[in-house]
């Protein structure tokens, strides 16, 4: 063969063996049989929210549905083919509130508000930096990095954003300390973690109070630095994670209630545990953290268990079959409030597809699923 | 200059080239040429200048092994990968010194216009000659850019070229060139560029459902993606009796957007770079009987100012400057007529300072200390070298980690097995590093200090036919090489347990196969017409095969396709010339697990361009039209990083 037979016939040939470019499909759908199948009961499934990646655009919904078994995997392009640019980019709060499903996509810079049955989007709450909703007497509650007003422009303060459920429009804001969490509503006051997490080395170490009746923040009680987990147990004490400094200062769980005759929260507890999330059922807050120990180049990674009653350890790991040794880095946790099944996520290395665990509560894994990136947010839906 | 062989496609095509009398190479032959054992893939002169580039990273895409990094845009970063093994192994020589950064080991080829470019050449593995400062030993593969060197003809004293370009993106691209005659030994040149566009473009994204129904089809204009930058250049040669000298100075300004993801509800983002590179390189090389020497020396500031404005998200004003001093020494001695041996030594210094808290001010000592060896046996050459690098760290206020010291050794042979020598079989054997850079020792939260170097291996076998007649086919050439890397240690981002924290660890371990085919043919089938066709495939199978628990084991590492490949077809008659030049780049992951939503389509453009050029008395007149993705295809060559569109480019050039 010649030269010029070479590219009279080869050239072309290679453009023949290599593939063209489709038409790009909405991303569809995958669903895993699980067969954890409770039929009829009062939890019908659950909703995962998988962060992706910063600039990745992959958050991705996952559902299991205790009905049939099976679990979705990414659907709510397929439900939603007509959203450019699907669900967005870095989901990290999910809840449902009524009829409705929230997901807090934060650098998408809004709340996207869903048929919590169907799936169906309804529409969208533009905030800025959004980082978590809960919900009070019909109005949801979203914290955000950026307040509604910048006195400093180089350190603005945090917000919470009052967001009204049937119209979906922002009804009121209230300026909170630096780059607010995790909120809970507890007789009529809401308890706002600051974290500080844009101001290092200079973190914010309160939690702010905020009176419902007028939104105003009331009070701001200092408890530990870079805060993060803000969560009520069943006898409305708060449960509080610091973060630390990644450096020095390690992170930590305080612990507020009211005192008796007393309508404000004070700093009651700290365990002297690491604590990255946690969650409850009955009288047990499971929790898991990760540290990173610098001189053996590793995660350290526990999964405890504490008596809310006590504030005592319980367990150092509720994980008893060996599983733990599998997840790289736990991400997510959640108790299905009637089985008591514990639900850890492991988010492997943050650009891969994560992994759902499924525990009995005796601490044995049940079963496990491949999720989107980074598998973190668990709500679950009742009939 | 002696150091850079010219092709002889090119000079088939110069003939038809009414500017080539002002533009042709320039090959000092003081002695008999240093001869590379393995030849580069070579972009040169006429042929470089009508591929359809705004920038080196444009041009390199036509040579085979090559993937280019390309954020979109005038102004957007563009980084190459040469055989899938990772932009740090990549060495990019300027003008005999390499370009570095400390930083982050990554250079930004966008940043580097083709205006004063004369040729582009890519080696793999090093290139083969033993004649170079140490450091080029090192790299797995090397990009060399020769910018264009004044050669007088009798009686001339000077020549001045001024350019301008304008287009789509609002671009709008003067540049100017003044070479002087000082004396009969002295010669200057100064350069200088200045660019300009909005970078603003239209791009689409649309989708449908599996029942063919459009799911969302919308159209957006790229913002901040402009782009303000000058480049000034200022080059001198001298000439002795025993050797030549040069001097350079060089300064890059720029102000860009940059344009940043497109995702869900984010259609702007408000980050800012500017960035000033400069620096000044000598070079001096003598000729002593059997023994050359050559030597370089380089001071280079580098400062980078990162402005974050976009009120959701966390303010960022950071400013980041390094320094580097380079000083090299290379030595040549003639044992025999067959056999060379040389011996270099090069010292350099890094400094990074950065306004970022905790920031620990790292400074690094890098010695590098090479020995090698050539055979010329006529019809076989080999050549071996052997680099050993020692670095030394020092950072502010804490211990600096334990000095790392590498050796690599390399081997690169040549034969001709037939009688004639159009036919030749290559082989090489190398074995590289790349350190970790400050960044991913020291970087706040991020850097790692226990980090050792990456290491790769690189084997390669190859076959090239090359031949030139004056008959109808005036010159043919073919190449394939089939190679295989590995590449051990390579640091990766690890995390670290809440959002988005991660450290560096030595952890992947990928294995590369691949193969590179290249065709060139030039045939002047008439008079005055020539037509050259010049054709690239890669297969490249780049697995990452760390960890048999990860899901993406043995998965195609992200962003490397399996086919990708160019073919250009040039057509030269009295003046006229016409370009087509095709891309390919196959279907690729865009993340490490190789699924449905990590799959990121092929993409494949169409350029074409027309020039013409005139003779007016003296003066030499060139105009050249571009149309740039002539389909308009819609496409990201990285995820939410949309491409322009068709766009085009007008050029007039001037020359006397």
């Not at chain 1, 063209?20 to 895993?32: G, I, K, M």
């Not at chain 2, 020549?159 to 540049?175: C, E, K, Q, V």
């Not at chain 2, 808290?357 to 055979?375: N, W």
Request: net charge neutral; hydrophobic share 35%.
């Amino acid at each position: 063969m010649n030269l010029k037979q070479f590219f009279l016939y080869i050239l072309p040939l290679l453009t023949v063996a290599t593939s063209c470019r489709d038409d790009e499909l909405v991303v569809p759908t995958e669903y895993d049989i699980i067969g954890d199948e409770r039929p009829g009961a009062t939890i019908r499934g659950f909703y995962i929210v998988n962060e992706g990646n910063m600039g990745s655009n992959k958050c991705t919904l996952d559902f299991y549905d205790y009905y049939t078994g099976l679990y979705s995997r990414n659907f709510y392009a397929e439900k939603n083919p007509n959203v450019i640019k699907e669900l967005g980019d870095v989901g990290n709060d999910i809840g449902i509130y009524g009829s409705k499903l929230y997901i807090v996509v934060n650098c998408s810079h809004k709340v996207e508000v869903l048929d919590a049955r169907t799936g169906i989007r309804l529409g969208q709450v533009d905030i800025p930096n959004c980082r978590y909703v809960r919900f009070h007497r019909g109005k949801a509650y979203v914290s955000s990095y950026v307040g509604p007003v910048l006195i400093d422009p180089n350190a603005p303060k945090g917000a919470v954003y009052e967001v009204d459920t049937l119209s979906l429009a922002v009804t009121r804001k209230v300026s909170v300390g630096y780059q607010p969490e995790e909120m809970e509503i507890i007789d009529d006051y809401m308890y706002v973690a600051n974290s500080g997490g844009y101001r290092v080395p200079d973190y914010d170490n309160t939690v702010s109070v905020i009176q419902m009746v007028d939104f105003k923040q009331v009070q701001q009680i200092p408890v530990g630095i870079n805060l993060h987990r803000l969560k009520k147990d069943r006898y409305n004490k708060l449960w509080i994670t610091s973060r630390g400094d990644y450096q020095y200062r390690p992170s930590r769980l305080y612990v507020m209630q009211k005192k008796p005759g007393y309508n404000q929260m004070v700093v009651t507890d700290t365990i002297p545990v690491a604590c990255s999330n946690m969650a409850f059922y009955e009288d047990k807050m499971y929790y898991y953290a990760t540290e990173w120990n610098n001189y053996t180049a590793s995660n350290t990674i526990t999964y405890g268990v504490i008596d809310v009653r006590t504030k005592e350890i319980i367990s150092d790991n509720f994980i008893k079959d060996g599983t733990d040794k599998d997840i790289t880095i736990p991400y997510g946790i959640a108790v299905h409030p009637e089985t008591g099944d514990i639900f850890v996520t492991d988010a492997k290395n943050y650009v891969s597809s994560g992994t759902l665990y499924c525990f009995t509560p005796d601490g044995r894994k049940k079963w496990s699923v491949r999720t989107g990136d980074i598998p973190a947010h668990i709500t679950f839906l009742t009939k | 200059m002696i150091y850079f062989i010219v092709p002889f496609e090119v000079s088939s095509e110069e003939r038809t080239d009414s500017l080539s009398h002002q533009l042709k190479e320039v090959v000092v032959t003081a002695r008999k040429p240093n001869e590379d054992i393995i030849p580069a893939q070579i972009l040169s002169g006429k042929e470089l200048h009508r591929l359809n580039s705004n920038s080196v990273a444009d041009a390199l895409r036509y040579f085979s092994g090559v993937q280019v990094k390309d954020y979109g845009g005038v102004g957007g970063i563009k980084t190459v990968n040469i055989r899938s093994m990772g932009t740090n192994h990549t060495g990019v020589v300027y003008d005999g010194v390499e370009l570095g950064n400390a930083q982050n080991g990554q250079i930004d080829l966008g940043q580097f216009s083709l205006d004063n470019i004369e040729a582009l050449s890519l080696y793999n593995g090093q290139k083969s000659e033993i004649l170079q400062p140490a450091k080029d030993f090192g790299a797995a593969g090397t990009i060399y850019m020769r910018t264009r060197t004044p050669v007088f003809d009798e009686g001339e004293n000077y020549h001045a070229r001024a350019t301008i370009r304008t287009g789509s993106f609002d671009l709008l691209n003067p540049s100017a060139l003044v070479e002087l005659k000082l004396s009969q030994r002295v010669s200057a040149s100064l350069s200088a560029e200045w660019i300009n566009s909005s970078g603003k473009y239209k791009f689409r994204y649309r989708r449908v459902n599996p029942a063919g129904e459009l799911a969302y089809d919308t159209t957006a204009v790229r913002q901040n993606g402009d782009i303000n930058a000058t480049r000034i250049e200022l080059n001198t040669y001298g000439s002795l009796n025993n050797g030549s000298w040069t001097f350079k100075v060089y300064n890059y300004n720029s102000e860009r957007g940059v344009p940043g993801a497109i995702v869900n509800n984010v259609w702007r983002r408000g980050e800012r770079i500017w960035d000033t590179n400069s620096f000044a390189q000598g070079r001096y090389t003598g000729y002593f009987g059997k023994f050359t020497t050559l030597n370089n020396i380089k001071y280079a500031f580098y400062r980078t100012h990162y402005v974050n404005n976009d009120d959701k998200q966390v303010k960022i004003d950071n400013l980041y400057k390094q320094k580097e001093i380079y000083i090299s020494s290379a030595n040549e001695y003639e044992v025999t007529g067959f056999w060379n041996i040389s011996a270099s030594y090069d010292f350099m210094w890094n400094t990074l300072d950065a306004d970022v808290y905790g920031f620990v001010k790292p400074d690094r000592i890098s010695q590098y200390l090479s020995a090698a060896s050539a055979l010329d046996l006529n019809r076989f050459k080999i050549q071996a070298s052997a680099l050993g690098t020692f670095i030394h760290d020092r950072i502010k206020g804490q211990q600096a980690p334990a000095d790392k010291h590498v050796f690599s050794p390399a081997v690169f042979m040549n034969g001709y097995p037939l009688r004639n020598k159009d036919f030749s079989v290559r082989v090489f054997y190398k074995q590289s590093f790349r350190m970790p850079m400050f960044n991913d020792l020291y970087y706040a939260d991020m850097g790692n200090s226990k980090l050792s170097p990456e290491r790769v291996t690189q084997y390669n076998v190859g076959l090239l036919y090359d031949h030139k007649s004056s008959s109808v086919i005036s010159a043919a050439r073919l190449s394939i090489d089939a190679y295989y890397n590995r590449v051990k240690d390579k640091i990766v981002a690890y995390p670290k347990g809440q959002q988005f924290r991660w450290t560096m660890l030595n952890l992947g371990l990928v294995d590369i196969r691949g193969i590179d085919l290249t065709g060139l043919l030039t045939i002047n089938p008439y008079k005055d017409l020539y037509l050259t066709v010049r054709g690239q495939y890669t297969f490249q199978r780049a697995i990452d095969i760390t960890n048999p628990a990860d899901n993406y084991y043995r998965d195609q590492i992200p962003y490397i396709p399996r086919h990708s490949g160019s073919a250009v077809v040039n057509a030269q008659w009295r003046g006229w010339g016409l370009n087509y030049s095709w891309i390919y780049v196959g279907e690729r992951y865009n993340q490490q697990e190789n699924i449905r939503y990590n799959y990121t389509q092929p993409w494949y453009t169409s350029d074409i361009s027309v020039s013409k050029d005139f003779k007016l008395g003296r003066v030499s007149l060139r105009g050249l039209i571009e149309v740039n993705n002539l389909l308009s295809q819609d496409y990201d060559v990285i995820l939410n990083y949309p491409m322009p569109k068709r766009n085009y480019r007008v050029t007039i050039t001037v020359e006397i």
